[in-house]
């Protein structure tokens, strides 16, 4: 059964640093790997996808790998700011069932 | 930027009563999904729902649960009893192509049923 862990589960930095954001998966068989960002009692928004074919996404200050191999994507966010505050949600599309979503990084920016 | 919408944003309900969540998928789209996130925890599959009939559900999705396209805009989730452990955030999703294809998920933005 696919599982998805994220670390860490809260992250609090000063604005302007760059952080990294880990998830991991239990099995490398997946067809794609999704980012999402989630802001208190509010639903999620998509931020990249990566093709399992695919090694990185970039979008703006947003830039996600994927090393399918070890069962590992990072998101990188280059220069946080204070309106980047939300929970980032990592999901896997496996081989027989749709998303399998992490726990999320609850990250925090403070300005 | 086209989006998937949600109503209502809140529902409260009594234990046993009989709730239908809806939702407005982007309009060229063909896979439909329900997900919920209890309070705390992680967002989990409920169902997917292709050429007008399930394709894939979860084991959370028992009898009390049915899904419908009633008109070519509108995707419904009935929970037929609700218990108070049904009490979450739903949300629906749409995407243009299945699995294997592009297949990015585009979420609504939540309704939060709390049962009583």
């Known amino acids: 059964k696919q599982e998805v862990t994220q670390i860490p589960a809260a992250l609090s930095v000063p604005e302007g640093e760059n952080l990294v954001l880990n998830c991991s998966f239990t099995?490398?068989?997946?067809?794609?790997l999704q980012w999402f960002r989630q802001d208190p009692g509010k639903g999620l928004t998509s931020l990249l996808l990566?093709?399992?074919?695919?090694r990185e996404q970039t979008s703006g200050r947003l830039n996600a790998s994927l090393d399918k191999s070890s069962g590992r994507s990072t998101l990188y966010i280059a220069a946080s700011q204070p309106g980047d505050s939300a929970t980032y949600l990592c999901?896997?599309?496996?081989?027989?069932?749709?998303?399998?979503f992490g726990k999320g990084t609850r990250l925090s920016v403070i300005a | 930027e086209p989006e998937v919408t949600q109503t209502p944003s809140h529902q409260v309900t009594q234990m046993g009563q009989e709730v239908i969540l809806r939702c407005v998928p982007i309009?060229?789209?063909?896979?439909f999904y329900w997900y919920r996130q209890i309070l705390g925890q992680k967002v989990e599959f409920l169902v997917s729902f292709y050429n007008n009939e399930i394709s894939e559900k979860s084991e959370i999705f028992d009898d009390q649960f049915s899904v419908e396209r009633p008109d070519g805009s509108n995707f419904t989730l009935k929970i037929r009893s609700t218990k108070l452990e049904d009490s979450a955030m739903y949300f629906c999703a749409s995407s243009e192509t299945g699995r294997g294809g592009i297949g990015t998920q585009y979420f609504g933005p939540g309704t939060r049923l709390t049962v009583l």
């Open positions: 099995d490398s068989a997946i067809y794609n």
């Open positions: 990566i093709q399992s074919s695919q």
């Open positions: 309009s060229n789209h063909l896979y």
């Open positions: 999901a896997v599309l496996p081989g027989n069932t749709p998303l399998v």
